[in-house]
Structures are given as structure tokens and as C-alpha cells.
């Protein structure tokens, strides 16, 4: 359950296609990143590099040249050195980054002020990623440079500068059977973590132990790290979009919410729940809970090829609003309230975003002025919510510091949609998963 040396082949393959001949690519790998004084974060590879490598080591330059009779696929990486590896771990070398990774040419990233300009002169176009890394965008533009003074004995730079992100990260909008295999087991593991944080879940907890819970069944599973950090917001901090102090108390008559997804082999999950901390929705906890599931659940039939991206939002939006009307949050015509906003009080984000490689992948939402259609092989979040303020007097006490959002994995098919992520979510599924356990806590103590 992996991406194989021939997919990545064949993205490169896909990419040079779409360059043409005579074209040059260059794309740098992430760097290590310094956490504190002589401590590093863990390394994590540049997306777009890995997903055209599989390569993932830092300091590396990928170089693609359609048609190049001695290779097309250049690798620059770090040379070998016993004594470094003795400290800081195996490096594949020049040698390795052929054999293993399908370099058809690689050289030491030492070397590379002498080579890439020896790659780059003559090329009439050169595709690049320009601002996204300061420092090498500087050095690329001193061996243009250098060509371009060597203009006189007949050697010239690419004439045209292309952004490479176009190109690929149209490609990397489409995930291969390979990438679904691999993201449907993200969201398995994180599925995994979500049901355990339920049945751990006990009033007086902190919030960072029960995100302690998730971190385990992700890495137990084989995903070491999580796709971003994770949300444990109780009580009013549910209502706190990016909440990650994750610091407090969890007490009972609380909701929680749970906003966590693994990385597995590169690629990421993206799950929320939201749960009460001592098993039992409150009535208002629960009608609110409903109006967002419904909402979810509306939003994901409206996915299938042939919609457009904003059509799963609009019916979200269409149920938020009937919902809140209904609940005596909101007063008026529904169709009114949509019109002048008045929804986005308590639903101020958007109903989801791409997924894969980043938890909030790249692709663009709108083509043209149009919004994209979707088609097959799009992955994306579905995640709508309302929160309501713990110090909105406009409505009633009972309706106060109550966040909810509730968020799946689906993947675009030829017929409609797949689900990655099963973790529980009606309201009888999460009662029954944490009364069970507490069953079987008490039968323990007798």
C-alpha cells in the first residue's frame, strides 16, 4: 500500500509532457528547520518534491529535461559520509538516489555550482517555483546571470520563466488508485484515533491527555505524525476555530471537540468530531449536533462529478440556516438570511478544501471566475460547523459556548463519492461507543 518507483516515473513523465522539449524543471527540497538552539524539527520533505521523487532527504535539487540524450531526471543530494551517518542516519548518496529513487543522472549537492548552469544554458524555457525559497532563488538567479554575461561567446539562459506550481499542482489535484490506497488508510488509523479518544474520554481529563490518546493510536498504527496539529477544544473552547493550546479541563455537561488526522506515507488525514465529554447530549447539545450533521451529510450527496466545488457549501448553508430558523437562533425567511449573510454568525468557514499530500492541498478552487467542477480522483474535507459564542446575548443561555463541526475524507469517483474516514457520528453511535465502555468500567469495579 504504497506509491511504486513507476508512478513516480510516470508523474515525472506527465509533468516533461506538459513542459515540452527543450524545457528545464527545478525544484529544491525542504530544509532541516532549527527548533531551538542545535535541535531540529523533524524533517518533512517539500510536497511537491516527494511526490515527483519519493526522495526524503533535505538539501537535494530535482532537475527534469525533456529529451536529454544523457537522462532526463537529474538528482543533486548529499554525497555519502560515514561519519556524519554514524550521528545523523543513512543517506542514499548520488549512487543510491539512482538505484533506489530512478535518478537517471545524480551528483553531490556540493557540486552543483559547477553543473546546473552547464543544465540550464541553451533551454528556452525554465519552470520554477519562484518565492518560495528565498536563499535558492538567489542562487538561481546568479547562474542565469552568469550565462547571460557569457552572452558574447555564444552561451544564452532559458528565455522565458514559467511557474512550475501551475503544471504540477494541477497533476497533484487528482489522486492515482495508488494515492486513494494510501489516503483511505490514513483515514482508517485516524478513524481509529477518533473512536479511541471516545472511549477514553472521562470528565477531569486534560485536553492535551486525550489528544495524548490520538497521537498513540496514530503512531501504534504506523503514522508517526500527525497531519497538523491537533484540536482538543472542551466547553467554550469548542467554539475557538484554531484552538490548539489544548490546556484545560474537561468537565462534565461539555461537549468536546476533536479536530486530528495522521500523515501516513506522505499523505494526510482530516477528521473532526465532536462528543460529550461524560457520554450524554444534553437536548440542546443535541438538536444543534443534529442541524450539523444534516448539514454534512447534505453537503456530501452533493458531491459527484459534474457539480461544482461550491455546490456541497450551498446546500450546507441551505440546512445551517433552515436549522437555526427552526431552533429559534435565527428568525426570518430562509432564503432572506442566506442572501445578506446572516448565517455566517455562527458557519464562518467554508465547507471543506482539497486534500493529500497537505492537509489543505493545492489545487485551485475557481477557474477563470468560475468555481471547478469536480470530477474523479478530487479529494477533499467536508466540514461544516456552527459555534455559538459563550457571550452572544442574542440567544438563548442553553444555545451558549456550544462549537460542533463535523469533518470526513471523500474522494471524487465516477459515480458520486467514497468516504476515507468512518469514525462515529450520529448522536445513538458516539451514546452507544462511550456508555459501552463505562458498562464495562463499572462491571470491572464490582
Known sequence: MSVTKKEYARRRTTLMGLMGVNSIAILPAAREKIRSRDTEYHFRQDSDFYYLTGFDEPDAVLVLLPERPHGEYVLFCRDRDPAKEIWDGYRAGPDGACEKFGADDAFPIDDI???????????????????????????????????????????????????????????????????????????????????????????????YQLEAELLHEFAVNGARHAAYTTIVGGGKNSCILHYIDNSEVLRSGDLVLIDAGCEYKGYASDITRTFPVNGKFTPAQKALYEVVLAMQEAAIEAIKPGNHWDEPHEVSVRVATSGLVRLG??????????????????????????????????????????????????????????????????????????????????????????????????????????????????????
Not at 428568525?331 to 493529500?356: N, P, S, T
Not at 445513538?428 to 463499572?442: H, R, S, T
Open 113 to 207: 555550482d559547477e553543473i546546473l548552469p552547464g543544465l540550464l544554458e541553451g533551454r528556452e524555457r525554465m519552470y520554477y517555483s519562484l518565492g518560495r525559497d528565498a536563499d535558492f532563488d538567489g542562487r538561481l538567479m546568479s547562474w542565469v546571470d552568469g550565462l547571460r554575461a557569457q552572452a558574447s561567446s555564444g552561451a544564452y539562459p532559458p528565455g522565458d520563466f514559467l511557474d512550475l506550481d501551475h503544471l504540477l499542482h494541477d497533476m497533484r489535484l487528482f489522486k492515482s488508485a495508488a494515492e486513494q490506497k494510501v489516503m483511505q488508510r490514513a483515514g482508517e488509523i485516524s478513524s481509529l484515533a477518533h473512536r479511541r479518544a471516545m472511549q477514553s474520554c472521562q470528565p477531569g481529563m486534560m485536553e
Open 329 to 446: 437562533i435565527l428568525a426570518g425567511d430562509v432564503d432572506e438570511l442566506i442572501a445578506c449573510g446572516a448565517y455566517k454568525k455562527f458557519y464562518m468557514h467554508r465547507v471543506g478544501h482539497w486534500i493529500g499530500l497537505d492537509v489543505h492541498d493545492v489545487g485551485d478552487y475557481k477557474v477563470g471566475e468560475q468555481w471547478r467542477v469536480l470530477e474523479p480522483g478530487m479529494a477533499m474535507t467536508v466540514e461544516p460547523g456552527l459555534y455559538i459564542a459563550p457571550n452572544d446575548e442574542s440567544v438563548a443561555r442553553k444555545w451558549r459556548g456550544i462549537g460542533i463541526r463535523i469533518e470526513d475524507d471523500v474522494v471524487v469517483t465516477k459515480t458520486g463519492y467514497h468516504l476515507l474516514t468512518n469514525a462515529p457520528k450520529t448522536v445513538n453511535e458516539i451514546e452507544c461507543l462511550m456508555q459501552e465502555v463505562e458498562a464495562i468500567e463499572n462491571f470491572a469495579l464490582v
